[in-house]
Every structure is written in C-alpha cells, then in structure tokens.
C-alpha cells in the first residue's frame, strides 16, 4: 500500500477510450458569462435557503423561555425548511416550460415570503392557540 511503486498492468486503464473517427472534426465550446451569473444566483439562492433553516438554532432558549415552545415544536418548525422541497415536481415542469428564469423567480419569491411571515410579530395568545 504505497511502499512499493505500481506495477505497469495496475497503470492500464480500466475502460478503454472508445474509436474516435479521424474525420470528425474537433468541437470548439463557447463559455458564456452568463454562466457565472447562473452559479451565483444559484449559490446566493442555497445560501439564503441556509440561513432561514438555521434561524431557529440560536434563538432556541430564547423561544422556549418567551413563548413556551417545547424541543419538539421547534423540531417541527426546523422540519418545515426540508418539507418545502416537496413540490419538487412543480419547478421541474416549470422550469421545463418556462426556463431558468422564471423557476428561479418563483422558488426565491417564495422563500422570501416564508422568511417574511416568520418574521411578523404576533400577540402571545395567538401563537399558544396554534
């Protein structure tokens, strides 16, 4: 395992590359920037996803203590992140019909009015009836 150097058959390909014609002619790929503006729509996004999911780790005690939430409420809050993922069908045929675009409008609208609601403040006897 390492001390010894690898022998010339351990060197050998497992899968061999497949015939390439020789009058095949080579495929230059364009990189287009708009790429880039994708990946970072798409990593602010994840991250933003991130931030909601983990709002309810640090206020944990204070929420307990306030509002009288027990361990398993906010279990069941955190869970609401991951369930959200659900409707994955929806943006998959959106995303087939409309484009990029409009998939990804829609998935940051409704994130950002999930963070919204969350974040209205409310008597405390409303929040014990739920």
């Known amino acids: 395992m390492g001390a010894g150097s690898s022998t010339e058959a351990e060197r050998e390909p ?3 590359p497949s015939r390439v014609e020789t009058n095949s ?15 970072t729509l798409f990593s602010l996004l994840g991250f933003m996803q991130g931030m909601v999911w ?7 005690n204070s929420a ?6 027990t361990k398993s409420d906010i279990a069941v809050l955190v869970l609401w992140g991951p369930l959200g993922f659900i409707p994955w069908l929806l943006f998959m045929w959106l995303l087939d019909k409309r484009g990029l675009r409009a998939s990804l409008l829609l998935s940051a609208f409704l ?13 405390d006897d409303n929040i014990k009836r739920w």
């Open 25 to 39: 002619r080579p495929v230059n790929g364009r990189v287009y920037t708009r790429r880039w503006l994708v990946l």
């Open 64 to 69: 307990v203590h306030a509002y009288g939430f």
């Open 54 to 60: 983990n709002f309810w780790g640090p206020i944990q």
């Open 111 to 123: 994130m950002l009015l999930g963070a919204a609601i969350k974040s209205i403040p409310v008597a």
């Open 14 to 16: 497992l899968i061999s």
